[in-house]
């Protein structure tokens, strides 16, 4: 399984990106995708996921309202819509898969099997 990234770059605070990422491969089961970030200095943190088949997302708090994570089946890739970004929000952004979460470990980056490379987003005040 291959996961690609992509979408990043740099914007102002206050204005949008989306993210993609397509996979090729099998992933099996009934996976879950998600989209984690690391700034600098930091630990990598959860920031959304999708259930691939049934649409199921899950956000963490500081994005809720303002990120939405979506999927296209057809085209195998999954998107992150950020809008009203903030300077605390630039990090590099990845994506990730996995055939057997459950629910309760979607926010776990040890949890996902599969790795996109990261997409660096960087806001400006």
């Known amino acids: 399984v291959q996961l690609q990234a992509s979408g990043g770059g740099p914007v102002q605070a206050g204005g949008s990106l989306r993210l993609s990422c397509t996979y090729s491969?099998?992933?099996?089961?009934?996976?879950?995708m998600g989209w984690f970030r690391q700034a600098p200095g930091k630990e990598r943190e959860f920031v959304a996921a999708?259930?691939?088949?049934?649409?199921?997302?899950d956000y963490t708090g500081s994005v809720k309202g303002r990120f939405t994570i979506s999927k296209n089946t057809a085209k195998n890739t999954m998107y992150l819509q950020m809008n009203s970004l903030k300077p605390e929000d630039t990090a590099v952004y990845y994506c990730?898969?996995?055939?057997?979460?459950?629910?309760?470990?979607?926010?776990?980056?040890?949890?996902?099997?599969?790795w996109g490379q990261g997409t660096l987003v960087t806001v400006s005040s």
């Open positions: 990730a898969a996995d055939g057997t979460l459950i629910r309760s470990s979607w926010s776990s980056s040890t949890a996902y099997d599969y």
């Open positions: 491969g099998r992933i099996g089961g009934r996976y879950v």
């Open positions: 999708i259930d691939w088949r049934a649409g199921y997302t």
